[in-house]
């Protein structure tokens, strides 16, 4: 472990008998292409599902005419519409449902 250029071999033998102590680093194992395909897929299937979701929100919305309404209004019609019967999906019945969203209709 010494070699020819080394002036002081007991300041030498003490770091190497310290140094010695630790651990060598040992190299992380790379993260297996399936798993990273998988974490992939799935954050790019819930990034494309809520893309989805708010796009059905708003279409709810608008078809109820409360296209500026705040998000939990919107939201509240997107589940009072996917509660009753899938026929009258997109036509929220009622008064009450439109007063409630376009509370926070936009101002123009």
């Not at 102590?21 to 992939?40: I, K, Q, S």
């Not at 919107?74 to 008064?95: F, I, M, N, P, Y």
């Not at 009450?96 to 936009?106: K, N, W, Y």
């Amino acid at each position: 472990m010494t070699n020819d250029l080394d002036l002081d071999l007991q300041l030498k033998q003490a770091f190497d008998d310290r140094l010695g102590r630790f651990d060598v680093a040992t190299r992380r194992r790379r993260p297996r292409p399936w798993r990273v395909l998988a974490v992939g897929i799935a954050a790019a299937s819930l990034t494309l599902g809520g893309a989805a979701f708010a796009a059905d929100v708003n279409t709810i919305a608008a078809a109820n005419g409360a296209e500026c309404a705040h998000v939990f209004a919107k939201v509240q019609l997107w589940v009072q519409s996917h509660a009753g019967d899938s026929a009258a999906r997109h036509q929220v019945s009622g008064e009450h449902h439109l007063m409630i969203a376009t509370e926070g209709a936009c101002r123009h």
